[in-house]
């Protein structure tokens, strides 16, 4: 059994449907707070980010107080991180503290491989490198589930920097779960090798009239080393335009995991479009993250 939220793969294709169906139910109740609140009392979980962060981290710690559980925001430029603590050791003294579960996002992609078998406690992913971002994964899923009613069959165009993207990487999993169809499109040099049956390339505005669901991802300037792109170049060939969005199928939608640059990789105007589900995400990433860390507190060894 396993007690880690590490990858999206680790999951059968019926657990996630549970976690999304439990996540689903917290939206409902998220103003009876009778229902919900007493779930994880007594727990506490500590944050702890290497990258900086505003949607994960703050719903993180909003999704477990609304369970009921407490939370401490561990800073590393404020610790003994800057005295020369491991990672491994930094985890370690807050499991030693007493934690219940430890939230955690760092900037190298295979963080967890060192480290995950040497904790009884659950560490849950809250993005690694450029590998994986499950917790997001599960909030896309949610989204979309909410939207369509299924994820079977739908078809998603991702857009941008997909090769150093981790939420794309936590997507192409549930694709490959789910039998969704991920076209992905963007210059060449931001495009991965691909692997995955579920994902191919196309052209961005020869699909983007026959997807159920745009995802539009940000340039990550912070990891590339150098990268020469042309702003207005970039837009105009791969931007989210209003002109754009009027291709899209009528009951099709707009997806970003944020943060997003606003005239960028998505027109201003386009941010609050009746088909985006931009905020409608962020709102979902606590439900999912309470489904998460319950699902979390079912296994620990605590
Ligand atoms: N989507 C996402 O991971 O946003 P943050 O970096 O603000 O957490």
Redesign the pocket.
């Known amino acids: 059994m396993i007690k880690h939220f590490l990858s999206l793969s680790s999951f059968q294709k019926s657990e996630l449907l549970s976690l999304i169906e439990r996540a689903n139910y917290f939206s409902f109740h998220k103003n009876q707070p009778d229902k919900i609140h007493h779930l994880l009392k007594h727990k506490i979980f500590a944050n702890v980010f290497y990258?900086?962060?505003?949607?994960?981290?703050?719903?993180f710690e909003i999704a477990a107080k609304r369970l009921g559980a407490d939370v401490v925001n561990f800073v590393p430029e404020n610790s003994s991180v800057k005295k020369g603590e491991t990672v491994y050791d930094t985890l370690k003294t807050l499991e030693s503290l007493g934690v219940d579960g430890i939230v955690f996002?760092h900037s190298d992609d295979n963080v967890f491989d060192q480290i995950h078998n040497k904790f009884d406690l659950p560490l849950l992913n809250?993005?690694a490198g450029k590998n994986e971002?499950p917790s997001?994964g599960l909030l896309d899923l949610l989204t979309l589930y909410q939207e369509f009613g299924r994820l079977e069959g739908l078809k998603i165009a991702v857009c941008g920097d997909v090769k150093y993207s981790r939420?794309a990487g936590s997507l192409f999993v549930a694709a490959e779960k789910f039998g969704m169809e991920v076209y992905i499109c963007g210059p060449e040099e931001l495009l991965p090798t691909l692997n995955n049956p579920q994902v191919k390339h196309a052209n961005f505005d020869e699909i983007l009239p026959k997807v159920d669901a745009v995802m539009m991802l940000r340039i990550q300037l912070e990891r590339h080393e150098s990268l020469d792109l042309d702003a207005h170049k970039y837009r105009s060939q791969f931007g989210l335009t209003s002109e754009r969005v009027s291709k899209m199928k009528s009951e099709a939608i707009i997806l970003h995991?944020?943060?997003f640059n606003r005239d960028v990789e998505i027109a201003d105007e386009v941010v609050e479009h009746d088909k985006s589900r931009i905020f409608k995400q962020m709102s979902n990433?606590v439900y999912a993250r309470m489904a998460i860390l319950e699902w979390a507190m079912a296994r620990g060894n605590k």
């Open positions: 990258e900086p962060s505003t949607r994960t981290r703050c719903s996002r809250a993005g971002h997001q939420v995991p944020g943060p990433g």
